[in-house]
Nanobody, 123 residues
Framework: QVQLVESGGGLVQVGDSLRLSCAAS????????MGWFRQAPGKEREFVAR???????TSYADSVKGRFTISRDNAKNMYLQMNSLKPEDTAVYYC?????????????????WGQGTQVTVSS
């Protein structure tokens, strides 16, 4: 089992920055990709960013490309630096982990979820 705990959410103004953190505990695997999804009220959970187990490969949703940066410092800690925040970034952000290679990084393929952290961007 893997446990994921997010932190760093909050209420900010348009154009501000936030840094989300995700700490993994329990059994971790070297081939575990990690990433972030978000879910706004009344909407489906959507992909935000993904980072490979080595940290050498990253991918982003078009809506956050150039503004968000995903990183990890080891197999257990991951971060999402969010700059130039917009009201449409308001959502609950979830940390996600996926074991194994060559799998699609989408909600139905995620093995472990965090409890979520609220990000609210006020105009």
């Amino acid at each position: 089992q893997v446990q994921l705990v997010e932190s760093g959410g909050g209420l900010v103004q348009v154009g501000d920055s936030l840094r989300l953190s995700c700490a993994a505990s329990g059994r971790t695997f070297s081939s575990t990709a990690m990433g972030w999804f978000r879910q706004a009220p009344g909407k489906e959970r959507e992909f935000v960013a993904r980072i490979s187990w080595s940290g050498g490969s990253t991918s982003y949703a078009d809506s956050v490309k150039g503004r968000f940066t995903i990183s990890r410092d080891n197999a257990k800690n991951m971060y999402l630096q969010m700059n130039s925040l917009k009201p449409e970034d308001t959502a609950v952000y979830y940390c996600a982990a996926q074991v194994g290679l060559h799998r699609l990084f989408r909600p139905e393929e995620i093995d472990y979820w965090g409890q979520g952290t609220q990000v609210t961007v006020s105009s």
